[in-house]
């Protein structure tokens, strides 16, 4: 039996789809068998990161309308051996042609024959996000390092503490190092004791993010970017391995800083 | 029976007798001749109703009565008896609900009484009570203490850095910038009609009505 994590945060463009897609791709590396669900119907591009836009045939909504089986639908991503599917939202219909209750009996349906199941939740708080959260276990909460989304963040927990049993978990999105140590942007105790739920982790903001999604290609799968580093230490711990938090300084000390920080200078 | 104070009557119905009974006793009495004072001003009455329970229609017709028959300013209605929701509605104004938790943006927590808070309010959030609010945490959002009127009503916070703060009608908001620590202290209105933000020392003595405990000391 597996379990399902919502994705969410409220406001939109802080990376919901773009961390669905990195961390089912960094646990299907890990091994695990994945299913994503794409819950944006209207506004579906979940498929696109991932490169699968192309061998859509039936979607979320054909589905819940009985219209094929949930496995005729599930899209494989070939790179992974059979680990990682992705279940389509449906392009031409609205929100509100699928209800919580029949998401939930969806999600409980695939939990039998995955290990994981991620669900893209849409920007917002109305019938989109009541659908993505009905079938969920427990939730992620993304955010950035922004007033405004540290804001929606906050009402999101405050909804999803109602819902969900256990307390959602926060990821810090989009990171820029020199903005933080110069105190222009929050930095990530601020974000933290603000919203007071626990950090799963922090995501530096990175250009090849951009590229890689572009090309459809998770940037997970480039072994070098800092940002993939960081979806695949998030993915261990939601696997419950307990890795600590990268730290955020761009270069490593140099020979002399370490001398330097020996002696106890700057 | 009516008697005279030196700020105005004192209408003293009889408890006893039938409603309609006691309406053209009032009359009566009332009828019976007086000199108004010479200086025009309005006499001022209060009534006594006794044991006896009058609807807000009822007591509206005896202030009529009082107001048409002599030209009297009725003060107050006072009676022994209140109806159950009244005397439930007293007890929950003087109640002291609390919580744990934060208070989120969107989230809006309303109580009759006080309100004791050990989380944070954070921006968006908003708390309203009929009596005064104390956090023990941090209060970024909205605090309306006294929020049906009470305009001696006090908020404590032990960190006060609110986006707005209302007591009774009053409204005050944050200094656009403000870079001082505002650790442990309160807001009241104080006699210049305003709210102040103050340390939470001077409660003590502009509130003295909050310290209930005798003794000790």
């Given at each position: 039996m597996g379990e399902a994590i919502v994705i969410t945060s409220g406001?939109?463009?802080?990376g919901k789809t773009t961390t669905t897609a990195n961390l089912g791709t960094a646990i299907a590396m890990q091994g695990k068998k994945v299913c994503l669900i794409d819950t944006?119907?209207?506004?579906?591009n979940l498929d696109v990161i991932l490169g699968?836009?192309?061998?859509?045939?039936?979607?979320l909504v054909d589905v819940v309308e009985g219209r094929c089986k949930p496995n005729q639908a599930l899209v494989k991503d070939k790179r992974f051996d059979g680990l990682l599917y992705l279940l389509p939202a449906a392009q031409?219909?609205?929100?509100?042609?699928?209800n919580p209750e029949q998401m939930k009996e969806l999600v409980d349906q695939l939990k039998q024959d995955y290990d994981y199941i991620l669900i893209d939740c849409p920007a917002g708080i109305e019938q989109g996000y009541k659908n993505a959260v009905a079938g969920a276990d427990r939730a992620i909460v993304v955010t950035t390092p922004e007033r405004s989304a540290v804001r929606d963040a906050d009402r999101i927990i405050g909804l999803l503490e109602q819902e969900t049993h256990e307390p959602p978990v926060l990821i810090i999105n989009r990171i820029r190092n020199h903005l933080m140590e110069s105190g222009d942007m929050l930095d990530i105790d601020e974000v933290t004791t603000h919203l007071s739920i626990d950090l799963l982790g922090i995501v530096v903001d990175d250009d090849m993010v951009i590229t890689a999604s572009n090309k459809g290609e998770?940037?997970?799968?480039?072994?070098?970017?800092k940002a993939s580093i960081a979806y695949r230490n998030i993915a261990k711990r939601i696997l419950g391995e307990s890795i600590p938090l990268m730290s955020l300084s761009d270069e490593k000390p140099t020979f002399f800083q370490k001398i330097f920080k020996l002696l106890g200078k700057k | 029976m009516i008697k005279g104070t030196k700020d105005g009557f004192i209408l003293m119905l009889?408890?006893?007798?039938?409603y309609e009974v006691l309406k053209e006793e009032l009359i009566e009495k009332l009828s019976v001749q007086y000199k108004a004072p010479a200086d025009g001003q309005a006499v001022k009455a209060r009534i006594e109703a006794g044991n006896r329970f009058l609807t807000e229609e009822q007591q509206e017709e005896i202030r009529q009565i009082v107001h048409q028959q002599?030209?009297?300013?009725?003060?107050d209605i006072y009676s022994n008896v209140i109806t159950k929701d009244e005397a439930e509605q007293r007890v929950r104004e003087k109640e002291m609900s609390s919580m744990t938790g934060i208070v989120r943006s969107g989230q809006v927590i309303e109580v009759e009484g006080d309100f004791l808070l050990v989380g944070d309010v954070n921006p968006g959030g908003m708390i309203m009570a009929g009596g005064n609010i104390y956090i023990l945490g941090t209060l970024r959002g909205i605090a309306h203490a006294?929020?049906?009127?009470?305009?001696e009503a006090v908020i404590v916070a032990s960190q006060m850095l609110p986006a707005q703060i209302r007591i009774a009608s009053k409204l005050n908001r944050a200094p656009d910038q403000d870079d001082e620590s505002h650790e442990m202290e309160c807001a009241y209105i104080d006699d210049r009609d305003q709210i102040v933000v103050d340390r939470l020392q001077v409660l003590r003595k502009i509130r003295p009505g909050m310290t209930k405990v005798e003794g000790g000391i």
């Open positions: 406001k939109g463009g802080v944006d119907i209207g506004l579906r699968l836009d192309n061998r859509i045939i039936y979607d031409t219909s609205d929100k509100s042609a699928v998770p940037i997970t799968m480039n072994p070098d970017s | 009889n408890d006893q007798c039938g002599k030209s009297l300013l009725v003060d006294g929020c049906y009127g009470k305009k």
